[in-house]
Every structure is written in C-alpha cells, then in structure tokens.
C-alpha cells in the first residue's frame, strides 16, 4: 500500500518542482539581472495599471548623461556600478507611490501615482549625486523626461512614454542637468 501511495505522489511531486522552477524563471525573465529593477514587459503590466487607477499619474523617462564616457575611462564594472546606483535611486524614489524599471543600457523607466506628491526634484538630486567607487567621486548625471498621463488627450501609456521620450531629448538639448515635463 506505501509503495502505491509513493508512486501516485512522485508525480504530483515532480509537477510542483517543475512549477516552481517555471515560475521562478519567469519572475527572472521579468527582472533585469544587473538591477533588480523590472524589465520593460514587466514594468509595462504594471504600468498600465496604474494609469488606469491613477488619472495624475505621470510616467518618466531617464537616461544616464556621459554613461559612455564612464564606461571607457573607468572600465565596464564602473559603469555597472552606476546602473545599479541609478537603479537604487530610482526604487527609493518611486517608493510606495510608483514603480521604476530598466528599459536597457542606460535608459530607465517609471510611473508614479502623482508627480507634485513624488518631488522630481528630489529625484534630480539623487540622480547628480556622485558615486563613490573604488576610492573615487564619480560624477553623476542624468536626463529626466516626464509626461503627466491626464494632459493626454488619451490616456496610453504608449503616448506617454512617446512624450516622456521627447522631454528627456528636450532636458538633454539644455546642458544635460535637470528633467522637462512634456505638456
């Protein structure tokens, strides 16, 4: 009777294993590796949510200024370091209010519940603060563009991101130093 018992539970066993394997390689598949932070398909659902529960929602976009040049004259592991600081930054951020992801490179990605309630000046000076590495002060810079959702005449977060996109080339075309809401 065990021996029966054993071999109707050995399968049942060997599904929940693969399940937990599947689940888990997909909660990867949804994080960046480097960051931790949420992967565009994995920030996009949560997005998109919470435009549609938020209407003074505002979506960013964040690029890294210089990040090539930090790569070249202090090497790839400086660069990773102000990925994942950059990340960190944008997480504690975000908080509870949003959600922040990594779009790839050195482009990032958030939504926030309300923007005036986030401070995107406090992101700004975290994001040009300097990061101390391997006994150096390296500077730090990043552009910033943020679309608030309810100035769309429809509220995508397609359009959103399209218009976050333009006012972070707008903050990268006035010296590289600060964020340009989009209206």
């Known amino acids: 009777m065990d021996l ?3 071999a109707s539970v050995a399968p049942l066993l060997g599904w929940a ?3 937990g394997i599947l689940t888990r390689r997909l909660a990867t598949a949804r994080r960046d590796p ?3 932070l949420h992967t565009r398909a994995g920030w996009t659902a949560r997005a998109e949510h919470l435009i ?3 209407p003074s929602a505002a979506v960013l976009l ?3 200024d210089h990040f090539k ?3 070249d004259t202090h090497g790839h592991a400086a660069g990773d370091a102000a990925l994942v600081a950059t990340a960190d930054r944008m997480r504690s951020w975000c908080g509870c209010h949003g959600i922040a992801g990594r779009l790839g490179g050195d482009e990032f990605v958030a939504v926030v519940r309300d923007l005036a309630a986030a401070d995107l000046g406090a992101l700004n000076a975290a994001l040009h603060r300097p990061l101390p590495y391997a006994g150096l002060s390296l500077p730090l810079a990043a552009s910033v563009g943020a679309c608030l959702v309810a100035e769309l005449p429809a509220p995508s977060l397609t359009d959103a991101l ?3 996109d333009a006012a972070m080339y707008a903050a990268k075309g006035r010296g590289r130093r600060g964020s340009r ?3």
């Open 17 to 19: 294993v693969h399940g």
């Open 62 to 64: 964040v690029d890294l």
């Open 4 to 6: 029966q018992l054993a």
């Open 34 to 36: 480097l960051t931790g």
């Open 162 to 164: 399209a218009a976050a």
């Open 52 to 54: 549609r529960r938020h």
């Open 181 to 183: 809401t989009s209206h």
């Open 69 to 71: 040049t930090l790569n």
